[in-house]
């Protein structure tokens, strides 16, 4: 077999598709963001960052910048093991006591990154549980999806955001056996939200165990940035927490939170946890100041959740169509892969505004957008020339307006 020649036969016909990515690559100076250099095949150009993860703007801070830097001036680059063999540094320790304070449980345990959180904690929980079923909501992420997979346990897919269909699966399900919810607070490409009250109230007439991924929302709500759990006062009723520091902490890495018995068997179990260099002990230092400051500091949540109020309402004035959710995520629809592709590319060239097109498989197909992530460091000069530019292109390229 020509294994080359296979290949270049898939990565044809994602390009035929219009689903071939292509990195933008980034030359950033903190102290300007969201601006950026965009490094080009021919040339250079400044650009705005309009889709960061980076929420808050805290991976840009002075003092998560300084606080990291000090970390790996005094320790070193590297954590150097795995946690059990020489890995384990003061900040992780303090981290995870902090991460299970935020969340109002016993314990917490942290990981590479969000997406092996997911992956290792639903892969041995699956795994482990006398005779699991995970019911998984059907718009769960992919490191929940192929955790869930790993885990070789029963899997039931209910529908988004439904707790009634929850119910309904729950109770044809044959009797006996462990029972686990996997579900989302903030999804990341609707910005919708889970009714998480009723999805508890649901897993609690079942004695069923509830895993719930706060990535998209730790940092960004409740009083102090614990998520849309902390904020709905129900973090005290799932049993288990997951979130990333590499979004609205600014920084890299993921974690859980939850019972103490549960974090120890997770880190006695999981090879995700078990055979991986621990996290740098100098990011580990930087997410800690991140979130020690986002407990104590309303400011980044308020002005950010102002310019997303902002963005809205100037998209809405110019009748270019938006999903009009309850959270800090603000997709344009498009509804073209190409079309989308189309779109991100002129902003780029014409305007200077870097947006990236969001296609299938990320999004089902004919949902294609471009996802706009508002950060308190955008001015509304940004935000005036981002409309502008994006209402000037849907004439051009002729796209319904929103029906006003
Ligand atoms: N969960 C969800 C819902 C996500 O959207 C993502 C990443 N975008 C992850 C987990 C993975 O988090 P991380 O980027 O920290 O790996």
Redesign the pocket.
């Known amino acids: 077999m020509n294994y080359d020649a296979f290949f270049a036969e898939q990565l044809d016909q994602l390009r035929a598709e219009g689903n071939y990515r292509v990195f933008a690559e980034l030359e950033r100076d903190a102290t300007d963001a969201p601006h950026a250099t965009m490094h080009g095949a021919d040339k250079a150009r400044p650009v705005t960052v309009w889709c960061s993860?980076d929420y808050l703007g805290m991976g840009k801070s002075a003092f998560v910048r300084q606080a990291v830097a000090d970390a790996a001036l005094k320790d070193g680059a590297g954590a150097g093991g795995t946690r059990n063999i020489s890995g384990t540094a003061t900040q992780h320790v303090a981290l995870e006591a902090e991460l299970a304070d935020l969340h109002g449980k016993e314990a917490a345990l942290l990981f590479t990154?969000?997406?092996?959180?997911?992956w290792a904690s639903l892969s041995t929980l699956g795994a482990h549980l006398p005779g699991c079923t995970i019911l998984s909501d059907e718009m769960?992420?992919a490191?929940?999806i192929e955790g869930i997979r790993h885990s070789r346990a029963g899997k039931v897919i209910w529908k988004h955001n439904d707790p009634e269909d929850l119910n309904r699966k729950l109770e044809a399900l044959p009797k006996g056996g462990a029972r686990l919810i996997a579900f989302?607070s903030v999804?990341?490409m609707d910005g919708d939200i889970a009714p998480i009250a009723e999805i508890l109230d649901v897993a609690e007439a079942h004695g069923a165990m509830t895993y719930l991924?706060e990535?998209?929302a730790v940092g960004l709500y409740g009083p102090q940035g614990g998520g849309i759990a902390e904020r709905e006062g129900l973090a005290h009723r799932v049993s288990l927490i997951?979130g990333?520091?590499?979004?609205a902490f600014g920084v890299?890495?993921?974690y859980i939170a939850g019972s103490a018995v549960m974090c120890d068997f997770v880190r006695s179990f999981a090879s995700g946890f078990i055979f991986t260099t621990a996290l740098p002990p100098a990011l580990a230092a930087g997410a800690l100041t991140s979130i020690r400051h986002l407990r104590r500091s309303d400011l980044e949540r308020r002005r950010q959740q102002a310019n997303v109020a902002k963005l809205r309402a100037r998209l809405d004035a110019m009748r270019l169509p938006h999903l009009d959710n309850p959270s800090h995520i603000v997709p344009v629809m498009v509804g073209d892969p190409f079309k989308a592709k189309f779109l991100s590319d002129t902003l780029l060239e014409q305007h200077g505004i870097y947006v990236q097109p969001i296609n299938y498989p990320t999004v089902p197909k004919g949902t294609e957008r471009l996802r706009i992530t508002p950060s308190p460091l955008h001015t509304d000069e940004d935000t005036d020339r981002l409309v502008a530019a994006l209402s000037d292109l849907w004439s051009q390229c002729a796209l319904n307006r929103a029906v006003a």
Do not use: C, I, W
Request: no cysteine; net charge negative.
């Open positions: 993860n990154s969000g997406y092996v959180s997911n769960n992420h490191s929940m989302e999804y990341s991924d990535v998209h997951e990333t520091l590499g979004k890299m890495g993921g």
